[in-house]
């Protein structure tokens, strides 16, 4: 084999190894977890990013309360909003974020949002690490079990993942 045809072969190999590793979520594409009045959409669980990050879109129906005011101990959490206004508080602060406003908050942050319009909200939540995201999908699972959801069963599913409420401000 001669060297051109060898760099043909490894140029051929390397896009192929980049191109395996590239992850595409269509619209309408991903895994849907169903909380009450939320919708949310899986763009990235983790598996494609060696579980350093985790992207998901959310729907939050009008007049939707979000969770407990809580407090993570090993990730950060992103919210970037794409459309209407989700109120959040962080401590005893309250702040409204409309449609291109980012909201970051790291570990040990207290914080909670919820939608308090009469329009649906859309934002892009990240989770780095990707741990948290499974909270959601064990979330769904209790709310399909229990009518109606307790606020205990939360804060226990809350707990796995290295989160709890931040009962200081109840």
């Known amino acids: 084999m001669t060297e051109e045809a060898r760099n043909e072969e490894a140029e051929a190999d390397s896009a192929q190894a980049t191109a395996a590793a590239v992850s595409v979520v269509a619209p309408g ?10 919708r949310m959409r899986v763009l990235e669980d983790g598996s494609h990013t060696g579980h350093r990050l985790a992207i998901a879109e959310s729907v939050l129906a009008p007049h939707t309360d979000g969770p407990p005011q809580h407090r993570h101990g090993r990730h950060d959490e992103g919210f970037y909003i794409l459309s209407g206004t989700v109120r959040f508080t962080v401590g ?13 908050v ?4 207290p914080h909670t949002f919820a939608n308090r319009t009469d329009q649906p909200a ?3 939540s990240t ?7 499974q909270y959601f999908r064990d ?6 079990a229990e009518r ?14 290295a989160t709890e409420p931040a009962t200081d401000l109840a």
């Open 29 to 38: 594409e991903g895994e849907t977890i169903v909380l009450g009045t939320t």
């Open 92 to 104: 005893a602060a309250e702040y409204d974020a409309g449609a291109g406003t980012l909201v970051m």
């Open 106 to 109: 790291p570990p040990g942050t």
């Open 122 to 124: 859309v934002m892009l």
């Open 127 to 133: 989770f780095t690490p990707d741990l948290y995201l």
């Open 139 to 144: 979330l769904q699972q209790v709310l399909a």
């Open 148 to 161: 109606p959801p307790t606020p205990q069963a939360t804060v226990e599913v809350m707990r796995r993942y």
